[in-house]
Nanobody, 111 residues
Protein backbone atom coordinates (compact mmCIF):
# COMPACT_ATOMS: atom_id res chain seq x y z
CA UNK A 1 0.00 0.00 0.00
CA UNK A 2 1.41 3.35 -1.05
CA UNK A 3 1.59 5.99 1.66
CA UNK A 4 2.58 9.62 1.35
CA UNK A 5 3.36 11.77 4.36
CA UNK A 6 3.81 15.50 3.90
CA UNK A 7 5.45 17.90 6.30
CA UNK A 8 6.95 21.37 6.40
CA UNK A 9 3.93 23.62 6.25
CA UNK A 10 3.29 26.47 8.61
CA UNK A 11 2.78 30.19 9.02
CA UNK A 12 5.25 32.49 7.32
CA UNK A 13 5.40 36.18 6.56
CA UNK A 14 5.24 37.46 3.00
CA UNK A 15 8.62 37.13 1.38
CA UNK A 16 9.53 34.18 3.56
CA UNK A 17 10.39 30.60 2.68
CA UNK A 18 9.22 27.11 3.50
CA UNK A 19 10.29 23.66 2.33
CA UNK A 20 7.71 20.94 2.05
CA UNK A 21 8.63 17.27 2.13
CA UNK A 22 6.72 14.22 0.95
CA UNK A 23 7.97 10.84 2.14
CA UNK A 24 6.81 7.88 0.05
CA UNK A 25 6.54 4.32 1.24
CA UNK A 26 5.15 1.16 -0.25
CA UNK A 27 6.17 1.88 -3.83
CA UNK A 28 9.09 1.95 -6.15
CA UNK A 29 10.02 5.61 -6.10
CA UNK A 30 12.40 6.27 -8.95
CA UNK A 31 10.10 5.44 -11.86
CA UNK A 32 7.14 7.74 -11.22
CA UNK A 33 6.50 11.44 -11.50
CA UNK A 34 5.93 13.37 -8.32
CA UNK A 35 3.56 16.32 -8.30
CA UNK A 36 2.61 19.00 -5.81
CA UNK A 37 -0.88 20.47 -5.84
CA UNK A 38 -2.53 23.10 -3.70
CA UNK A 39 -6.06 24.01 -2.81
CA UNK A 40 -7.06 27.36 -1.39
CA UNK A 41 -10.41 27.87 0.37
CA UNK A 42 -13.23 28.07 -2.15
CA UNK A 43 -10.97 27.19 -5.07
CA UNK A 44 -10.25 24.09 -7.08
CA UNK A 45 -7.13 22.04 -6.49
CA UNK A 46 -4.40 23.17 -8.88
CA UNK A 47 -1.13 21.68 -10.02
CA UNK A 48 1.83 23.62 -8.68
CA UNK A 49 4.86 21.66 -9.86
CA UNK A 50 5.94 18.27 -11.16
CA UNK A 51 9.20 16.38 -11.47
CA UNK A 52 9.66 13.36 -13.69
CA UNK A 53 11.85 10.32 -13.01
CA UNK A 54 14.40 11.90 -15.36
CA UNK A 55 14.31 15.12 -13.29
CA UNK A 56 12.43 17.21 -15.84
CA UNK A 57 10.40 19.83 -14.06
CA UNK A 58 7.46 22.05 -14.82
CA UNK A 59 5.71 24.72 -12.83
CA UNK A 60 2.51 26.69 -12.75
CA UNK A 61 3.08 30.20 -14.07
CA UNK A 62 2.13 31.63 -10.71
CA UNK A 63 5.08 29.98 -8.94
CA UNK A 64 7.79 29.98 -11.61
CA UNK A 65 11.09 31.40 -10.39
CA UNK A 66 9.88 31.22 -6.77
CA UNK A 67 9.30 27.51 -6.16
CA UNK A 68 11.68 24.62 -6.80
CA UNK A 69 10.67 20.99 -6.93
CA UNK A 70 13.21 18.25 -6.33
CA UNK A 71 13.45 14.60 -5.35
CA UNK A 72 15.81 12.20 -3.64
CA UNK A 73 15.34 8.75 -5.10
CA UNK A 74 17.54 7.11 -2.48
CA UNK A 75 15.53 8.49 0.43
CA UNK A 76 12.21 8.27 -1.47
CA UNK A 77 11.38 11.87 -0.65
CA UNK A 78 10.07 14.72 -2.76
CA UNK A 79 10.54 18.37 -1.89
CA UNK A 80 8.97 21.69 -2.73
CA UNK A 81 11.15 24.67 -1.84
CA UNK A 82 8.99 27.78 -1.71
CA UNK A 83 10.67 31.19 -1.67
CA UNK A 84 9.34 34.74 -1.90
CA UNK A 85 6.02 33.54 -0.57
CA UNK A 86 2.94 35.66 -1.12
CA UNK A 87 -0.42 35.74 0.64
CA UNK A 88 -1.99 34.19 -2.46
CA UNK A 89 0.18 31.11 -1.92
CA UNK A 90 -1.90 30.31 1.17
CA UNK A 91 -3.43 26.88 0.67
CA UNK A 92 -3.31 23.25 1.68
CA UNK A 93 -0.49 21.62 -0.27
CA UNK A 94 -0.71 17.99 -1.36
CA UNK A 95 1.80 15.68 -2.92
CA UNK A 96 0.64 13.23 -5.53
CA UNK A 97 2.56 10.12 -6.50
CA UNK A 98 1.49 7.11 -8.53
CA UNK A 99 -2.17 8.12 -8.25
CA UNK A 100 -1.98 8.46 -4.49
CA UNK A 101 -2.43 11.58 -2.34
CA UNK A 102 -0.90 12.71 0.87
CA UNK A 103 -2.95 14.14 3.72
CA UNK A 104 -1.99 17.71 2.92
CA UNK A 105 -0.05 20.34 4.82
CA UNK A 106 -1.29 23.86 5.48
CA UNK A 107 0.75 26.81 4.27
CA UNK A 108 -0.34 30.24 5.47
CA UNK A 109 1.38 33.39 4.27
CA UNK A 110 0.39 36.37 6.37
CA UNK A 111 1.86 39.29 8.24
Amino acid sequence: QVQLVESGGGLVQPGGSLRLSCVVSGSIFSIYTMRWYRQAPGKERELVAAISPGLSTNYADSVKDRFTISRNNTKKVGYLQMDSLRPEDTAVYYCNFHNNWGQGTQVTVSS
